[in-house]
Nanobody, 127 residues
Framework: QVQLVESGGGLVQAGGSLRLSCAAS????????MAWFRQAPGKERESVAA???????YYSKSVEGRFIISRDNIKNTVSLIMNSPKPEDTAVYYC?????????????????????WGQGAQVTVSS
């Protein structure tokens, strides 16, 4: 059974820092992209960042320069460091694993193609 479990969410002050982690299990992830998406109340799910199987990283314009995505293929984890968060970053953050191997490019910032999803972690940024 495939599982993606997010951790590290919570309340953070604007300008601070927060680290989200996602532990993946149940299948091989080495050859697959991993990504973070988020959804704020009343809004559609949007991309945050993605990391290809090769380690190439992609960021949405709203977080580029502030957030850092990384992966550890030995531990089967993907992390998101949120630096200088803003109140508008408040959302439920979801970890996702690609359904097709060896994909790359900015298309990884689209939620289509991701087969497995975590349950989400709430991040609230206070001003």
């Amino acid at each position: 059974q495939v599982q993606l479990v997010e951790s590290g969410g919570g309340l953070v002050q604007a300008g601070g820092s927060l680290r989200l982690s996602c532990a993946a299990s149940g299948r091989s992830f080495d050859s697959y992209a991993m990504a973070w998406f988020r959804q704020a109340p009343g809004k559609e799910r949007e991309s945050v960042a993605a990391i290809a199987w090769s380690g190439v990283k992609y960021y949405s314009k709203s977080v580029e320069g502030r957030f850092i995505i990384s992966r550890d293929n030995i531990k089967n984890t993907v992390s998101l460091i949120m630096n200088s968060p803003k109140p508008e970053d408040t959302a439920v953050y979801y970890c996702a694993a690609d359904g097709s191997p060896y994909r790359s490019g900015n298309l990884l910032l689209s939620p289509s193609g991701y087969r497995d999803w975590g349950q989400g972690a709430q991040v609230t940024v206070s001003s």
